[in-house]
């Protein structure tokens, strides 16, 4: 029983930085690997980021690689995504994801959704 509310997006240029906040409320947050996905309009939604329970493990998807970065604070129930040198190809909706096991790349893998926050990188 969790309930995920993305914030933080916004109209950017190509270059800039962005940090997306995912809040999360329950009770067993660490108890949730989460994830970051997006989706471009006409586009199916792609995996961009995910972390493990306590933040050990990291995983990206290879276009934001050296650019994007993902963590977690458990004692604040929040996931960052912060995003470095954006490109116009990033312009998205942005969606968190929490999922009661392991990491995954796999969106219906996932059991809670946030409702996105919008993603524009203009040239």
């Known amino acids: 029983q969790v309930q995920l509310v993305e914030s933080g997006g916004g109209l950017v240029q190509a270059g800039d930085s962005l940090r997306l906040s995912c809040a999360a409320s329950g009770r067993t947050f660490s108890s949730y690997s989460m994830g970051w996905f997006r989706q471009a309009p006409g586009k199916e939604r792609e995996f961009v980021a995910a972390?493990?329970?306590?933040?050990?493990?990291?995983y990206y998807e290879d276009s934001v690689k050296g650019r994007f970065t993902i963590s977690r604070d458990n004692a604040k129930n929040t996931v960052y995504l912060q995003m470095n040198s954006l490109k116009p190809e990033d312009t998205a909706v942005y969606y968190c994801a929490a999922r009661g096991g392991t990491t995954s790349y796999y969106p219906h893998q996932y059991d809670y959704w946030g409702q996105g926050t919008q993603v524009t990188v203009s040239s």
């Open positions: 972390i493990s329970r306590i933040g050990s493990s990291t």
